[in-house]
């Protein structure tokens, strides 16, 4: 994703079905069961986090605090904690004790924040909330940090974990005009398991997805069934998967945009991280080796904003909308929360066979190589096949349409919105193919077939990558930036949650490559907010540091490649980045495995260059 400045979007959702699970037998393979590691079992561990069942556990300052009156409005449900607004000398608390589970590697408070204010100053905190875990201060918010509607707040309390503390809120005002803090659905997520499996592998590997989906006539609702078949590659038994509803994000638990039903080969457990994560437990635990499907109904709802699960008006943007599986490796599962700051998306290269049923009065660009056939009268169906691909994504609208072919063989497609000029439109299609041949020529062949990019300049979140399949603004760096996101992210893979530079750095690096920029001059007005901001930090940092994550992550990751670069010499480095991308190819980078990569490619002792770079791992 290439970020730009925030604006507010709304979002309506999808009533979830009932999760109505149906085991099916797994046939064992001839091998015994292995034994299952120790494991943490996800927990939400905050009681009453939306307030909607009265004020039990919480503890207020007054009963005024938890409360569903006129003047403010809740994130989801009725009821909301508002302190302050009162407009002179005031003082509210909110609290409740939590004890986080010390089995469990990652814990994850977030809540919805909206702050409005009578206050007109720009510089001056004259009222303040601050937000804590025990002792420790997580954040203090203020007047100055008022907005339009709900904003979701995130923080790593790892280091709790064990513990029983308080999660705490105190507001004050000053003397005169109101500062409303008002504060909805909070949260603590627990994942992760702190005993290991047996090794390290990735699992479940080799997922194969097989989706049918029938929308409406206007492509915001999609209804259908989608499978999922993948093997146990670890040599510790697998009890159970996650479905990642990622989606769920836009909107809440009691009223989700994507729907699971009827699920079968295992049995539907909770939902948890915010209604992101669906545990199902397998019939029988796979040994390594073993191959299970599971299934579900889906429902999909699209919500209203141009953003990348959102529709812009006609326009349909579905990004992270199928169900994917979460990866188990040596640190537990990865059931990280959704960021709206960068990506949590972790996954690893699966298959995708996509049948999408819609009206022929929509142009459904889709990831992988799609086909187009008649439907019943008045539809087309459109089938999309995409071979070792992370994800999904598709969109939906009377997008005018345009194409072309890169000198070095990749079809390219356009689709613009109403509003993107034809001149416009045919400026982003030299762009898509002089960038993804760039890129090709650096990387490695670009695998995925056809190219799609969908063009509004109306997302605020500038772009959008998706295998095959980007968002873009009309913008000639933004559009090259996010096709380098085929191969850093599409190709090769990452935790883009706990390591988001290894997509974004190296991305912006390989943008500069292509609009032919050396990074020059890249360190001016360099300033490190604290000794604990570093290039390396995982999004729960960055969404606790929010204006800082581009400037670190984006700029100052490509300027510490750059510097590399520099270190290496050239051509060094162009085989250092080729190479490392074909040895993981498909695969899943990390920091420490680049790392050597780079040591092994020079007689220079790197330690130095790495702890100036602030790059960790």
Not at 230 to 251: K, P
Request: glycine fraction near 8%; aromatic fraction near 10%.
């Amino acid at each position: 994703m290439r970020p730009t400045p925030r604006n507010a979007f709304a979002a309506s959702a999808f009533a979830v079905a009932a999760l109505a699970a149906v085991s099916l037998p797994i046939t064992p393979a001839a091998a015994a069961t292995a034994p299952l590691a120790a494991a943490c079992t996800p927990a939400q561990v905050v009681t009453n986090g939306g307030f909607e069942s009265g004020t039990s556990p919480w503890i207020q300052s007054s009963t005024s605090v938890i409360t569903n009156r006129a003047g403010q409005t809740a994130h989801g449900g009725t009821s909301f904690a508002w302190l302050n607004g009162v407009g002179s000398t005031h003082t509210d608390t909110l609290s409740q004790s939590v004890t986080i589970p010390s089995g469990c590697s990652s814990a994850t408070l977030t809540f919805w924040l909206h702050i409005d204010t009578a206050e007109t100053t720009s510089s001056t905190a004259y009222d303040k909330l601050t937000a804590k875990i025990g002792s420790t201060t997580l954040a203090t918010y203020s007047n100055l940090n008022k907005a339009a509607g709900y904003v979701q707040k995130s923080f790593d309390v790892s280091s709790f974990a064990g513990q029983t503390v308080n999660v705490a809120f105190t507001g004050t005002e000053d003397s005169s005009l109101q500062t409303s803090f008002v504060i909805d659905d909070i949260a603590l997520n627990t994942s992760g398991d702190t005993t290991p499996p047996a090794d390290s592998t990735r699992t479940p590997a080799a997922p194969s997805y097989t989706v049918s989906l029938s929308s409406n006539t206007s492509g915001t609702v999609w209804t259908g069934h989608e499978s999922a078949t993948f093997t146990n590659a670890s040599s510790t038994a697998l009890s159970e998967v996650y479905l990642r509803l990622w989606d769920n994000y836009h909107g809440t638990c009691s009223s989700m945009p994507i729907a699971v039903s009827n699920v079968t080969g295992g049995t539907a457990g909770a939902l948890s991280v915010a209604c992101t994560a669906l545990k199902i437990d397998l019939s029988t635990p796979l040994t390594q080796g073993q191959t299970a499907t599971i299934g579900f109904d889906l429902g999909i709802t699209v919500p209203s904003g141009a953003d990348r699960f959102g529709h812009d008006g006609a326009f349909s943007f579905i990004g992270n909308a199928l169900p994917v599986l979460a990866v188990k490796d040596a640190a537990g599962w990865h059931l990280d929360p959704y960021t709206n700051n960068g990506e949590s998306f972790y996954s690893l290269a699966a298959d995708f066979n996509v049948t999408l049923d819609h009206p022929t009065s929509l142009l459904v660009p889709a990831t992988g190589t799609s086909a187009d056939t008649p439907g019943s009268s008045g539809r087309t169906v459109t089938k999309a096949t995409a071979t070792k691909v992370r994800d999904f994504a598709w969109a939906a609208g009377p997008f005018t349409k345009i194409s072309g072919t890169s000198s070095g063989g990749t079809p390219v497609n356009i689709y613009s919105v109403s509003g993107i000029s034809s001149s416009d439109a045919q400026s982003m299609l030299s762009t898509a193919k002089t960038a993804v041949d760039a890129h090709a020529s650096r990387f490695g062949a670009y695998p995925y077939g056809e190219l799609d990019a969908v063009i509004d300049n109306n997302y605020w979140f500038g772009g959008m990558e998706y295998p095959g399949f980007v968002l873009d603004l009309v913008s000639t760096t933004a559009l090259t930036h996010e096709i380098g996101h085929q191969w850093w992210y599409g190709i090769v893979g990452d935790d883009e949650y706990n390591s988001p530079w290894l997509d974004e750095a190296f991305t912006d690096y390989a943008t500069d490559l292509a609009l032919n920029k050396t990074g020059t001059n890249c360190w001016n007005s360099v300033s490190w907010s604290s000794t604990a901001e570093k290039i390396t930090n995982s999004m729960a940092y960055w969404d606790a540091h929010s204006s800082r994550y581009s400037t670190v992550v984006y700029g100052y990751g490509k300027c510490a490649l750059h510097d590399l670069r520099r270190v290496l010499g050239d051509t060094v480095m162009a085989k250092l980045l080729k190479d490392y991308a074909t040895s993981h190819w498909y695969g899943v980078s990390t920091t420490a495995e680049f790392k050597a990569a780079a040591q092994a490619a020079t007689s220079t002792d790197l330690t130095s260059f790495w702890t100036q770079h602030r790059i960790d791992g």
